[in-house]
Nanobody
Framework: QVQLVESGGGLVQAGGSLRLSCQASGRHSSYYAMGWFRQAPGLERERVASISQTSQVSDYADSVKGRFTISRDNAKSTMYLQMNNLKPEDTAVYYC??????????????WGQGTQVTVAS
């Protein structure tokens, strides 16, 4: 069992930056691939970015490429999402997820509770 806790959300002006963190705990949490999803009101949850267990591989949704950077520090059991040049359409609840590489990009095994990101125009 893996527990995931997000932090770092908040209100920011368009063009600003935020860094989200996801603290993982539980047995073998560093063995999992991890990722970020988001869900805006009235829309389906969508994948934002994913990172492999050793950080060798990462990928991004087209909508965030070049603006967001995913990273992880296995020694701290923490994953990050650096979000730059934020846009109002980035407003959503952001969720941390964990699973194997296929699962974390489609149907993660574990989810955090979410953190709100609001980008004001």
């Amino acid at each position: 069992q893996v527990q995931l806790v997000e932090s770092g959300g908040g209100l920011v002006q368009a063009g600003g930056s935020l860094r989200l963190s996801c603290q993982a705990s539980g047995r073998h949490s560093s063995y999992y691939a991890m990722g970020w999803f988001r869900q805006a009101p009235g829309l389906e949850r969508e994948r934002v970015a994913s990172i492999s267990q050793t950080s060798q591989v990462s990928d991004y949704a087209d909508s965030v490429k070049g603006r967001f950077t995913i990273s992880r520090d296995n020694a701290k059991s923490t994953m990050y999402l650096q979000m730059n040049n934020l846009k109002p359409e980035d407003t959503a609840v952001y969720y941390c997820a964990a699973g194997d590489w296929f699962g974390v990009r489609n149907r993660p095994d574990y989810w955090g509770q979410g953190t709100q990101v609001t980008v004001a125009s």
